[in-house]
Structure formats: C-alpha cells, structure tokens
C-alpha cells in the first residue's frame, strides 16, 4: 500500500476525496479508493489513486493514458490460477482454468489404508483383552499357600509379639490376685486371653489393609502382599475368637468370657476405626491395653475387686509413654496412611500425656500397698525405675527429638516386665490377707 502522506509532495495540495470505483473488476468488491490531487511546479495537475488491493498498486495520470504498476506482485513458481497481465480500458480480466478431475487413489495408497485398518483392528482386540484382563483382576482370585509357610503367616497375622504382651498382664492379673493358685484356671485364662487378642489383631489388619499398604511399618504384612486371602484372614479371627471366648466363659466364668468379648469390641469396632477419625483413639486404645490384667484377676476372683482396677490403672498409665513414643518417630508413616495420631495432629499435647502418665506411675504404684496388693516395699523399690521413666518422658518433653523418643520408647519395654515382676515378688501374702479380713470381721461383730 502507498503511505506517503501528500503533506511531504512538494507543489499544492488539491483535493483529497473518496470516489467509488465500479468499471475495474478486480477490485469490485472495494467500494472505494483514496485519491490525491497533486500539482507539481509545471503547473500540470497528476491524480494518484491508491487501489487498496492484496500486495499490488497502480498510478494513473490524469488523462488516463499512462498505467504503471508501482510494486510488482510477485509470482508463484507454480500458480494452480495463473492470471492474465493485460489492462484495457482500466479493466483487469482475469481466466481461472479448469480444475481438473481428481484421479483415484494409486494401489500403495490402499495397501497402506488396509495396513492402517489391520492396525487399529489389533489395537481395539488389545484393549478389549485389557479390559478383560482388568475385569478378571476384580474378580476374586485363588491364592495358594504352602503349609510350611501357615505358621509365620498366622505370627504376623495376630501379631504374636503384642499377643505375647497381652498374655503376659493378663498371667500377672491372675498371679496378683489374694487367692490360691489353679494351674489348670491359669493355664485356661491364659490360652483364652491369647486367642482373644489373636482373633482382635487379625480383624484389625483385615479393615486396615488399604491404609496398612501406605506405610512402611506395616506394608509387609500377610494380607497387604496377598500372602492369604481376606477371606483366610477372617476365618482365621472367627476360629481364634468363637474358641477363646468359649474357653474364658465356659471354663473360667461369665465374667472374664464377657470381658474377653467386649475387649474384641472395642479393638476392633471402637479403636480401629477412631484411629482415622479423631486422637481419642489413644484413650481408647489405653482402655483396651488395660483390661487383661482385670481379665486375670477376675479368672482367679470372680469378681472385679480394687487390686483388679490398680493394675488395669498400671497398664492404662504405661501405655502413654510406651505409644506416644513409639508414634513420634513413625509420624510420616502415620500421616501417609491417614491416621490421627497425637504425634500427627496434636504434637505438643502428646508430649505432654507422655510425661503426666510417667509420673502417675509413681503414684498408682504408692497406692498398691494401700490396698493390699503389695506391701510397702514394693513403692520403694520401684522408685528408681518409676523415676528414670519419669526422667525420659521429661526429656521427651523437653527436647522433642527422635533421640529422646527413642530413649523412651526401649524403656518402656523393659519397664513393664520389670515392674510387674517387682510387684510380684512384694505381693502381700494369702495368710496375712486372710488373718486380716478375719480380723475385720471380729471386729464388725462386736460392734
């Protein structure tokens, strides 16, 4: 397009205005054209017309006799509508040639297409054998075990160290308790706690499989790598729990098969699902740990007595320490597998809890011997372990590192043992306990 403006043309400026071109035909559908009236020093008028057309313009002089391109279009090398130069009469003709017929496609072109074709036939029939493939992965498939491997697969599958642990509250229940021992109870007590604890823990991997998966501590168990089926693993807790609580019912008494039942309840229906909810989960979970050592005490009594709820205190109070630092160092574990723990949620409180139940140690341990479950040495000397728990949980407290939390959590598995076992060597003798009740009964008579 032409854009130098009339005010740099030397001579007078004339008449610029808009005039519509209709005889041209190539640029009929352009209604108008800019025209500048220009007189140079000769005094001859010229008229410069500026054709707005694609990539080409033409001057003119006033009386029409001169036709000059002023910027040659260029010219394809292989124009498929060639256009012809001429222009008579300031009208441009152009010729469009025939467009010829299309031939059909050469031979290569169809073997290529049926190429083509067979290609996307073998994708479709792949996708269809993947989508069987996914279909048949829903469906429940059969999952062989060898026997040799049933035993470590049921180990892991009950959790046999926490089993163990378990059992062994429950045998110091039984063993504190001011009665005669019955080996054949105190084996019967035994047996029926274990397989209580076996049937919870196995329901418990059963509903946690998909979360178990997200984390490292327990992505290598029995049902997170398919060693057995979920339906094996329920088959299992039904064939541990029907017999356990049977046992503890029917061999013992009422009370323990109901406490044995109710603990499966709780740990399984209350604490496995509070886990992902809220981090009262603790609290219950602590109440679940505590109920063995009753469970023992009411195999020997009876009857739930106050020696029966000091030891499930015991229990309850040493379970803070003992998982509030094992969950610090596992608090990524945790939090990939969707569970709110302290240690995840509320880390400042669960320091806290850690080292208030450390001290309650020492106190639930003074009260033993106030209610003639212990004499007054066992206070004593179980001071010294009562206080460096209390001296780890304070530096849990303090220090909030892994160091610490680790410190704590290998005390607290030695303390347990270590406790109930000095409770047992300080255990008030039957005879003195029933000169004592005997005593009290003299007494109430004459009154």
């Known amino acids: 397009m032409y854009s130098v403006s009339c005010r740099l043309l030397p001579g007078r400026l004339g008449l610029c205005v808009f005039k519509p071109l209709h005889k041209i035909a190539i640029i009929k559908q352009i209604l108008t054209v800019f025209v ?13 017309r500026h054709f707005y057309l694609p990539k080409c313009q033409y001057v003119t002089k006033v009386d029409k006799g001169l036709y000059q391109r002023a910027k040659p279009k260029a010219e394809p090398s292989s124009a498929p509508f060639p256009e012809k ?24 072109l169809h073997e290529d297409e049926e190429q083509m074709a067979g290609k996307a036939g073998m994708e479709v029939a792949d996708d269809k054998g993947t989508s069987q493939d996914n279909q048949k992965g829903k469906q429940w498939n059969e999952v062989k075990v060898q026997l040799a491997d049933l035993p470590g697969i049921y180990a892991k599958l009950s959790k046999i160290k926490l089993t163990a642990l378990v059992a062994t509250t429950a045998t110091a229940g039984f063993a504190m308790a001011p009665v005669p021992f019955d080996l054949s109870c105190f084996l019967l007590a ?3 706690t274990g397989l209580a604890s076996c049937a919870a823990n196995s329901i418990n991997q059963f509903f946690e499989v998909p979360f178990d998966s997200n984390m490292n501590r327990t992505k290598n168990r029995p049902l997170v790598r398919g060693q057995i089926s979920p339906l094996h693993a329920v088959s299992f807790a039904a064939a541990c729990s029907v017999p356990g609580i049977a046992v503890l019912a029917l061999g013992i008494n009422p009370l323990t098969g109901a406490l044995g039942a109710f603990n499966i309840f709780l740990y399984t229906c209350c604490y496995t699902p509070m886990k992902r909810l809220s981090i009262l989960n603790t609290w219950v979970g602590s109440v679940v740990g505590a109920i063995p050592p009753v469970m023992g005490w009411t195999a020997a009594t009876g009857s739930i007595g106050a020696g029966a709820l000091l030891l499930g205190g015991i229990l309850y109070s040493w379970q803070f320490p003992h998982f509030n630092a094992l969950s610090w160092n596992l608090r990524e574990d945790y939090s990939r597998g969707g569970y709110r723990m302290m240690s995840v949620t509320h880390p400042a409180l669960c320091k806290r809890v850690a080292f208030r ?27 010294p372990i009562n206080l460096y728990i ?9 220090d909030s590192s892994r160091s610490s939390a680790r410190k704590l959590f290998f005390c607290s598995l030695w303390h347990l043992p270590m406790l109930l076992l000095l409770m047992l060597t300080c255990k008030k003798s039957i005879a003195g306990s029933e000169s004592t009740i005997h005593h009290k009964v003299q007494t109430e008579m004459q009154v």
Do not use: A
């Not at 009236?37 to 010229?46: F, I, Q, T, V």
């Not at 209390?390 to 303090?398: P, Q, T, V």
């Open 190 to 192: 035994t047996l029926g």
């Open 36 to 48: 500048h009236h220009y007189r140079p020093g000769n005094g001859e008028w010229l008229q410069i």
């Open 85 to 108: 130069p001429p222009l008579i009469n300031d009208v441009v003709v152009r010729s469009v040639q025939q467009v010829p017929t299309i031939t059909p496609y050469p031979s290569s």
């Open 390 to 398: 209390s001296y780890l949980g304070y530096r849990f407290y303090r």
């Open 357 to 383: 139940h450390c001290i309650s140690l020492i106190g639930l341990s003074t009260l033993c011997p106030v209610f003639d479950v212990t004499t007054w040495t066992f206070p004593l000397i179980s001071l």
